[in-house]
C-alpha cells in the first residue's frame, strides 16, 4: 500500500524556519515525481512545489520562491520542504502528494502556523 | 497564472440527486484538468485526470467532460460517502492552479 507520512509541522514565529519531511512507502520512490500542496484553515488547495524523480528539476509558486526549497534523498524515500522567512500567510496544513502534475495519493498533512 | 472558476461555491442536494459542478479555466487549457475531492479533515483524493478518465477504483456515477475553457464534474446518483468538497486543477502550465472548490452538502 502507498503511504506518505508528513512531519515536521509546528509553530513558528514569523521569520522563522522549518523543515517538512514526508516519508514515502509502498512504490519505487525514485521512480516518481513528487509535490508539495497546502491549504489555508478553511480554504481552498494551493500547489507549492515539485522535484523530479532524481532532483535535477524543481518548480515552486511565485510566493515562495526564494524563500521555500524542496528537496529529496532518494535512499531515504523522502521528500522535504525547507521554509526559511516564513509569513503569517504561510499557515498551512501542508501535504505531500505523488505525481508531476496531477497527485495521488496524497499524505494527511502536517500543520504549519506562523505566528507571534 | 491560469485562474479556475468553480461555480457554484456550494449546493445542497439529496441522495439520489443529479449534481453538475463547473469550473472555467481563464485561458484554454485543453483537457489538462484533474478533479478532486476532499472529506473534512482528510486529505484530497483523485477522482479524475484528463477532464474526463476515471481514476481506478472512482465509482462510475462520477463523469467529467469538457475541454478548452469549461469542463464539469457530474455524480449522476448522489450517494451519502459523495458528501464533500469538489475541487478543479488544471495541470496545462505552472503555476498549477486550483479552483475555490464545491461544497456539496445533504439537503
Known amino acids: 500500500e502507498v503511504q506518505l507520512v508528513e512531519s515536521g509541522g509546528g509553530l513558528v514565529q514569523p521569520g522563522g524556519s522549518l523543515r517538512l519531511s514526508c516519508a514515502a512507502s509502498g512504490f519505487t520512490f525514485s521512480s516518481h515525481w513528487m509535490t508539495w500542496v497546502r491549504q489555508a484553515p478553511g480554504k481552498g488547495l494551493e500547489w507549492v512545489a515539485n522535484?523530479?524523480?532524481?532532483?535535477?528539476?524543481?518548480y515552486y509558486m511565485d510566493s515562495v520562491k526564494g524563500r521555500f526549497t524542496i528537496s529529496r534523498d532518494n535512499a531515504k524515500n523522502s521528500l522535504y520542504l525547507e521554509m526559511n522567512s516564513l509569513r503569517a500567510e504561510d499557515t498551512a496544513m501542508y501535504y505531500c502528494a505523488q505525481g508531476r502534475v496531477m497527485f495521488d495519493p496524497w499524505g494527511q498533512g502536517t500543520l504549519v502556523t506562523v505566528s507571534s | 497564472d491560469i485562474q479556475m472558476t468553480q461555480s457554484p461555491s456550494s449546493l445542497s442536494a439529496s441522495v439520489g440527486d443529479r449534481v453538475t459542478i463547473t469550473c472555467r479555466a481563464s485561458q484554454g487549457i485543453s483537457k489538462w484538468l484533474a478533479w478532486y475531492q476532499q472529506k473534512p479533515e482528510k486529505a484530497p483524493k483523485s477522482l479524475i485526470y484528463?477532464?474526463?478518465s476515471l481514476e481506478s477504483g472512482v465509482p462510475s456515477r462520477f463523469s467529467g467532460s469538457g475541454s478548452g475553457t469549461e469542463f464539469t464534474l457530474t455524480i449522476s446518483s448522489l450517494q451519502p460517502e459523495d458528501f464533500a468538497t469538489y475541487y478543479c486543477?488544471?495541470?496545462?502550465?505552472?503555476?498549477?492552479?486550483f479552483g475555490g472548490g464545491t461544497k456539496v452538502e445533504i439537503k
Open positions: 486543477q488544471q495541470y496545462y502550465t505552472y503555476p498549477l492552479t
Open positions: 484528463g477532464a474526463s
Open positions: 522535484i523530479k524523480e532524481d532532483g535535477s528539476e524543481k
